[in-house]
């Protein structure tokens, strides 16, 4: 139980055009996902909050009209990177957490995108 | 910005056991101690929480001392497999408007 999938695994895209994210949790119901990016070598920083049915929520220095999130049901959020550019190449993690269990959440396995 | 202070790297005898130590001087009384684990490429794996109790599961024990300033994740006989970052995590905020900041993590070796 408590599986949360990715999709696309990989993606390369041209620089100037939107990618989409898909992060689902499979077995369970999740009101409250995060996204995540990795950059090599380097730790998780948390992006923004999604949470179903509102607006999500961005840390700091996280551009909302760079990184659109879409929470439209309890087990879907997507994450939209709208006018790719290279820099923006790196792991996208996202992770659910179960509905009535608060202290715990499961990432997914993660998407890697390259902008050429 | 992660609450946690961690070795950057250790390494570890096969089939003996793995002490990783974390500091977390400035959690507060309700805030729970976290750890994952990420190997390479891969989404991070939930291994233990706790909030004060000592806890043990199938994978790790964890040994939070009294005044929970600082913690201990315990890997009984790490296999090669075991060779991965670890993260541990105390969580912000409570309830709902919890997450999970991540620190750099402390890079296991096993090695044979």
């Known amino acids: 139980g408590a599986v949360v999938s990715q999709h696309p695994s990989r993606v390369i895209c041209k620089s100037g055009t939107s990618v989409k994210i898909e992060c689902r949790s499979l077995?369970?119901?999740?009101?409250?996902m995060f996204w995540y990016r990795q950059f090599p070598k380097k730790s998780l920083m948390l992006m923004a909050t999604s949470n179903e049915g509102s607006k999500a929520t961005y840390e700091q220095g996280v551009e909302k009209d760079k990184f659109l999130i879409n929470h439209a049901s309890l087990t879907l959020s997507t994450l939209t990177v709208t006018s790719a550019h290279p820099e923006d190449s790196s792991f996208y993690i996202c992770?659910?957490?179960?509905?009535?269990?608060?202290?715990?959440?499961?990432f997914g396995p993660g998407t890697r995108l390259l902008v050429l | 910005d992660a609450k946690t202070t961690q070795p950057p790297s250790m390494d570890c005898a096969e089939g003996r056991a793995a002490n990783l130590p974390c500091n977390h001087s400035t959690i507060s009384g309700n805030e729970y101690v976290y750890w994952y684990r990420q190997i390479h490429s891969q989404g991070p794996q939930y291994i233990i929480h706790g909030l004060k109790n000592n806890e043990t599961n199938e994978m790790a024990s964890l040994i939070i001392t009294e005044d929970r300033k600082s913690s201990t994740l315990i890997l009984p006989h790490a296999t090669l497999r075991d060779t991965a970052v670890y993260y541990c995590?105390?969580?912000?905020?409570?309830?709902?408007?919890?997450?999970?900041?991540f620190g750099q993590g402390t890079t296991l070796q096993v090695k044979p």
């Open positions: 077995d369970f119901q999740a009101t409250t």
């Open positions: 995590i105390v969580r912000v905020g409570i309830g709902n408007t919890g997450k999970l900041i």
């Open positions: 992770s659910a957490r179960p509905d009535g269990v608060q202290e715990t959440q499961y």
